[in-house]
């Protein structure tokens, strides 16, 4: 059967995921794959809702187990209805932040266990494994700056340019958020890819695609 490769993006706030993630879909389909650019939370119709839950900071009551578990939760619906199927139809799937945001926003910087998080992810990720993941570097306070200039450019007359429920944390889960993802990097070096997102966008994207090149052959 047909497979098409699994590529996904992962760092702090504000380190240009959402734009690499583009960018990259965009080459590749300039080289003739067929490609699916989708995001966590969300993807589905069903992970939108939870994703709104999650973002408005209304399940933060539920505290950081309960939170993961509902991206778990979104990301089981995401992976049986837009990644395993376009996988399984010969498609690229670049997905903005997957398993690995649990690993680090909910385990690392949040206090659960890592056995739960393994547990939950395992549930929803299954063998839909992504091929190559691409961590985003950045020091937390440089990320959280272009969060929020992100946020007041958004703004506009409605005033809606708040401050998500991850944002808003504290300079020190920030940290541990970075260490969290070098951490998951260092101990899947096959798979992830650390770069710094702080050179300018066009050499960041430069540096992605020379990894999948390497790695992936498209
Ligand atoms: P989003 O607006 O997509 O943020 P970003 O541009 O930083 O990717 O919001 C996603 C937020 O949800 C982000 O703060 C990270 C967080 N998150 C988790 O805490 N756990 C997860 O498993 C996922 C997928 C995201």
Redesign the pocket.
Known sequence: MASGKFITFEG????G??TQARLLAERLRSVGHGVVET????GTKRGEQI?DL??SGKARQYGPTG??VL??AA?DDHVRDVIRPALERGEWVVC????D??V???GAA?GVRPTLIRALNRVAVGETRPDLTVILDLPADAGLER?QARNTESAGDEGNGEV????GMSGRFHEALRAGFLQIAAGAPDRCIVIDAQEAESAVAEEVWNAVVERLDP
């Open positions: 702090g706030e504000g380190a995921k959402s995001r966590e939370p969300g994703r999650l973002l939170e993961a991206f778990c990301r903005d932040r997957f398993a945001s649990t680090a926003y909910q949040g969060a998500d429920r991850f944002e």
